[in-house]
């Protein structure tokens, strides 16, 4: 019987999709220009749609009648025209507005630009929730400030996130700093993923989420820090042929090339494509150290039906480089500042031939269904490659105030690679007077990994009062002689989750946000420092949310819960130490505002992190699990788009990060945690006049002193830079210039090597 309503209700379904068809057309100014952001609607109905940039609509699964269709738009005199739709064909009805494209500028430079307040995401809570009733605090910088800002390497987007530091890894991948603990970029669309060797190129981005404080229970400890998780989303395809082509000189040799290009490859927009491809050489700005890279990134989107949708990317990633030198001082050197290094800031010790090659393969694929009540099937699968064909890395340790040592390592082939797939089930109920907004998934990981690496010792010791020949690869080489390459075995590791999370609605004013996930790990490693373990966690996550002002202001404050899980640790007695998950508490609360028509976003958050059972090595090199941090802080972010064609964004993060307890080492400042982090922007393009579609903008980084080393010894010294930019854009093409360090600021990062010096950008893009 059950079978039998089924395929009633299956053939009912389909009699009334037959019955029902397609409105689509085109909507252009006077003068023959796109009237991009025009409302399209069925009078007497919900059903609409909004004119894309192209100039075109659709309106889909109409019932078969006769209606009347809308036309309007902020300032234009609202238009109507009749139309009839029939089974299963497709009407077209084109409008002509009588106003001209200039008119309509204004309002749709005050919508492009309200782009760079806007916090909309499903990835960040997994589920269709605003901002304004997510218990969290998150940041998010999307391509339109990026492109103000010429944005050419992907670290310097992560400048406008606020309390945030961008890390580069002597292994040559990135990170960040975030609330006192460094996370790597291991989250692509929402999938684990790595940058730890091959970086990521801005070419493919569509924007990047910081999503703050410990963040297990949707991500996991594979995606996540203690920091948080920064989530790379890259870009779609979408309904209409457009693209543009894009170049790029400046300092220190800077050549790019890139393009985008989007079009449909059927006339019903069932099939869509998208391909973004960029090519860059560049040296550093001292005498050693280049970047060479090159992207091809190719995205299709096919819709078979209105209720499913599958979506495939690639991104292929090659890199030939320097790697960053992670520079390190002796505690009887003499020295207590990097700043007191006594080698030229744009000189080195070693050779240009000490390089590394990194090969990055990507793959994507989302397949999203609309089930039968109201439910959401969203299926990802995802793998990453990275793959090193070489890496050398260099340690230099000065040991007084003019002798250094030199140490270099080889590492390579490296091969590290994740499989992933997630399955998320979506929907809304209500239960009584309460409302559901609901999520449960499960996901699988297993992450493969190999390699081999080996250490010169201390090669050189050079006085740089001397005249001395660089460390080269032959003299490196010569010492990695047969034996000194370890092979590292193989890395296996089998990861299960499970979460399911609830954002009850009280009213349309308080929410709660319920939240828990469990993750059970399977390490099935073998080789020279492997130690096979299973372990499982619960990562629990409460929020509450009251809106003071409805969709304007509200307050939120969460618990969260993030973790690491450890391998067993053979102690030098030989007995061996089970290490339990560590756990990461957060407390947080704070106001969020969205005001002005969502042309101001600002957050205010306070956060108190906790761990109390991190893993510490005493002076007898034992190790205990009995390690205590606390991490506590104020974050503010403000951006805003307070009149047409300006944006304004600022940022200040203050972090406390203590070790508590630890022998020798209490009440010290993490290592690597500026206390003061400040951002900001300003960017202005003119709407009228002489100066009409000319743009200047301006803004810097201040970020405080930090230690190098949990001890307390080392300083890495403050910093603040500033940059600015002019451009003029109109629907055809951009220009762009943007200075970089004015000041010519001196500063070192986190592994303390040098940062750049003043440099330039100019771009051109020519758009279709």
């Known amino acids: 019987m059950k079978q039998f309503l089924s395929f009633m209700l299956l053939l009912v379904s389909m009699h009334a ?53 809308v036309a309007s738009f902020a300032g234009l005199v609202t238009q109507k025209k009749e139309v009839t739709v029939s089974a299963l064909e497709v009407s077209t009805v084109d409008f002509i507005l009588a106003e001209d494209n200039r008119q309509l500028q204004e309002v749709i430079v005050r919508s492009s630009a309200g782009r760079v307040t806007d916090k909309s995401s499903d990835m960040v809570a997994r589920m269709p929730i605003s901002n304004l009733q997510n218990p969290q605090a998150f940041n ?15 670290t310097d987007a992560f400048k406008n996130a606020p309390g945030v530091v961008a890390a580069l890894y002597p292994s040559g991948g990135i990170g960040a700093l975030s609330r006192g603990f460094s996370t790597g970029i291991d989250a692509r669309n929402g999938l684990q993923t790595t940058s730890g060797r091959g970086s990521a190129d801005v070419a493919n981005i569509e924007r990047i989420e910081f999503i703050k404080g410990p963040s297990g229970t949707l991500f996991g400890a594979g995606s996540s820090s203690f920091g948080g998780v920064v989530n790379l989303v890259t870009k779609k395809p979408f309904e209409t042929f457009k693209g543009s082509v ?29 391909v973004n491809t960029a090519l860059q050489r560049q040296d550093a700005y001292n005498e050693r150290g280049f970047y060479n890279s090159s992207l091809f990134a190719p995205s299709i989107l096919y819709k078979p039906t209105d209720r499913l949708s599958v979506l495939v990317d690639a991104e292929i990633y090659s890199v030939n480089s320097v790697r960053p030198t992670y520079v390190r001082i002796a505690e009887d050197a003499g020295i207590r500042s990097y700043a007191d290094i006594p080698l030229d800031y744009k000189k080195s010790l070693l050779d240009n031939d000490l390089d590394a090659k990194t090969n990055t393969v990507k793959f994507f694929g989302e397949a999203r269904y609309r089930m039968n009540g109201g439910w959401t099937s969203t299926t990802n699968v995802s793998y990453v490659n990275e793959f090193t064909e070489r890496s050398y890395q260099d340690y230099p340790v000065w040991i ?44 699988l990981n297993q992450f493969l990994g190999r390699g081999e690496s080996g250490g010169t010792g201390i090669i050189r010791t050079l006085d740089v009062r001397d005249n001395n020949l660089k460390v080269d690869r032959i003299l490196v080489d010569s010492a990695l002689v047969p034996g000194t390459m370890l092979n590292w075995g193989r890395s296996n590791t089998l990861t299960y989750g499970a979460y399911v999370s609830d954002v009850i609605s009280f009213n349309d004013r308080l929410f709660a946000m319920l939240s828990l996930r469990y993750e059970y790990i399977e390490d099935k490693s073998v080789g020279p420092w492997a130690s096979p373990y299973t372990q499982s966690s619960f990562s629990p996550k409460l929020g509450l949310v009251y809106q003071v002002v409805k969709d304007k202001v509200s307050l939120f404050a969460n618990y969260m819960n993030g973790y690491q899980n450890y391998p067993p640790i053979v102690q030098p007695n030989g007995s061996t130490l089970q290490v339990k998950p560590i756990y ?63 944006t304004v964004i600022l940022g200040y993060g203050y972090n406390d990060n203590r070790i508590l307890g630890a022998e020798n080492l209490d009440r010290n400042i993490s290592n690597n945690s ?36 949990d001890t307390n010894l080392f300083l ?49 893009s020519f758009k279709f």
Not at 34 to 44: D, G, Q, S, T
Not at 681 to 693: E, K
Not at 697 to 708: K, R
């Open 17 to 69: 999709l037959a019955q029902t068809g397609t409105i689509r057309g085109n909507v252009t100014t006077s003068d023959g220009k796109p009237a991009e952001f025009v409302n399209i609607v069925l009078e007497k109905t919900s059903r609409g749609a909004v004119v894309n940039e192209a100039g075109n609509y659709a309106v889909n699964k109409v019932p078969a009648g006769s209606y009347t269709l």
């Open 674 to 709: 500026p206390q003061h982090i400040a951002n900001y922007w300003l960017n202005y393009q003119f709407q009228t006049g002489a100066l009409r579609n000319f743009g200047l903008g301006a803004g810097g980084n201040y970020v405080s002193d930090a230690y190098f080393d």
């Open 246 to 274: 894009d170049l790029s000189v400046g300092s220190f040799g800077l050549g790019r090339i890139s393009a985008d290009v989007n079009t449909p490859l059927k006339s019903d927009n069932s099939l869509l494509l998208r």
């Open 584 to 646: 990461a508490i957060q407390y947080e609360g704070g106001i969020k505002a969205e005001l002005l028509d969502k042309k101001v976003n600002t957050t205010l958050s306070y956060y108190y992190i906790d761990i109390d059972n991190a893993v510490r090595y005493g002076n007898n090199s034992f190790a205990f699990q009995d390690g205590k941090q606390v991490s506590k802080g104020i974050e503010w972010d403000f951006s805003a788009n307070p009149a047409p064609g300006m």
């Open 140 to 154: 998010i910088v999307g391509k339109e400030l990026m492109k103000q800002q010429n944005v050419v390497a992907i």
């Open 716 to 764: 890495l010294p403050s910093y603040h830079i500033v940059n600015a930019s002019a451009f003029y854009e109109n629907q055809k093409f951009r220009i762009g210039f943007k200075l970089n360090n004015i000041n010519n600021q001196k500063s070192w990062g986190f592994w303390g090597a040098p940062n750049p010096t003043r440099n330039f950008v100019t771009s051109v």
């Open 400 to 443: 007084s105030p003019t002798k250094v040592t030199i140490d270099v390592s080889r590492y390579g082939p490296v091969s590290n690679t994740y499989a992933n797939l997630q399955q998320n089930f979506n929907t809304t109920f209500n239960t009584g007077p309460l409302k559901h907004t609901f999520l449960t998934g499960l996901n």
